[in-house]
């Protein structure tokens, strides 16, 4: 139906033959009709002057259900006298004075939930599909508000189309080694005259799961917001129950050479590894003559603009959903794979899944509208950190970077991607109405936690100086470690390496000394600091707790019900 009416939509203009926004006797109570002609007007408006009186008919009209279609109309609107039509008809239908300009009504409409009329997904799929990009048109079924979680007046374009800032997907990891000669081979990506890479102070997702530690540089992420990974390793060996040469990395496919009953005869490619070597067929998915390393599906989701870098489980036991045809497709054991919608919602980043075309939030892991709106899915959180590359490459010696060959052009300098946004602590790119400054500011950074229900933050600016934490939150005792990055002439989100980990109980105490790193607890017994979890005494292990950096607004804005740590 989409591809239909964005079809139908351009032919009519392409020949001039749509001239049903100047009808005066079109009937306003019928709203797609309304909708649709509205949509032409503004598609029409970006190409020629057109007459602007179906808005004020619809401001006179007095149905506050337009007041969501022509914020949005407002802003794909390229005609100053249609601009001025549209804000005198929110003045009408709203009662707001029209000094608040466009970002104080789309903010009124947020703060006070403003309901859409019928049609609305529809008229919203398919401005944005006529106005942006064809491809929008499959975020928005016309069922679309009905089962939405959002309000999705809310929903607002961020300036680039479906996938243009392209998701990485298993994108190739090399040694630090192989980096810092990327590095030097590539000049166009130096800093002034550092071409370290990655210098030994800028900052790098850290990763370490199933014994893979991995690297993701910020100014490489700043530029994709997001990568589709498989985390995990499988032993090599030089030979069947040989010497171990290394760690082989998933998900590389390998052209397997020979096989015995247990094990396979591989050649392939792994950061670290020989070109060859022997796997445990336990350890690998086998597929003919191909294998590929089983390991963990996961995505991290950054949301530059609020902060926040968040890592998922993508990897679902069982998916039931309605597909573009309307036919209910089951599948077992899916592992998901997002990309970048081009929305987004209170400043915070819109991506979507691209086997079911959900609309997903990146802060919260929940699907907000599309085929699995109702599904009640919640992605879970793993570990990620924020840290310098030299701390983390002294706590992981056996760590792979992402490669600068990522396949795609961008200036991947440090500093290079949003540089007056990190570095303002005022701006604020997009509408986010949801602010509260009364206890932090805007763009400072904490770090959240979900527990057991419950939002808590921890400003930087408390947890830096103890470095340990101790808390208990929604009954769970827990300690958080927090050392500072150094000191940089321009900002990331970033500034601080935090990790958390579960407590016994709440009377267990430690004490860090975080120049040796070493963590010790009340009885005097050494713990060591894993990625994963803290190991003590006699195997004892305390989980680590996933959480992750953001800017106070992103965070305040999904979590307002938040505890504050002081």
Known sequence: MWRKSYVFLMVLLCFGQWSLA???????????GTLIRLAALVVEARQAPVDHSLIERIGDHGDPLYIAPLIDAAYFMANPEGNRAIVDALEQLSGQPREIGWRGYFEWAGRTD?????HYAEFKGLLYATVIDPEFARFFPVDAAETAQVNLVEVVWGGVSVDGIPSLVNARQITPEEAAAEGERLPQYCREDDCRYPAAD????GVALDGDARAYP????????????????ADLFDEPDGERLCGFRAPEVVSIQQRSDEWLQIEGRSAGCPATGWLRGADVAIDGDTAQVRGRPVMLAYCTLCGAGILYDIALPRLEYVDANGERQFQEDVALEFGSTGMLMRSNKLMYDRLTDTVWNALTGRPAFGPLAESGIELPLLPVVVSDWASWL?????????SLATGVSRPYRNGAAYARYFNDPEYIMFPVWQQDESQQANKEMIFGL??????????????LPAGI????????PLLLLAKATPERDFFEPGGAVVRAYEREAASQTFTWDVATNRLTDQDGAQWHITEEALVGPGGAELARIAGHLAFWFGWYSYFP??????
């Open 469 to 476: 934490t101790l808390d208990v939150v929604g009954g769970q």
């Open 450 to 463: 979900r527990i057991a229900g419950k939002a808590i933050a921890y400003p930087l600016e408390h947890i």
């Open 114 to 118: 403003v309901a859409p009329p019928p």
């Open 22 to 32: 100047q009808e005066p006797g079109e009937n306003l109570d019928d709203y797609r």
């Open 202 to 205: 800028e900052l790098v997702f």
């Open 218 to 233: 910020l100014r490489l992420l700043n530029w994709h917001e997001m990568f589709n990974d498989v985390i995990g390793q």
């Open 561 to 566: 019900e938040t505890e504050v740590f002081e």
């Open 394 to 402: 002294a706590e992981h010696p056996e760590t792979s970077v992402l």
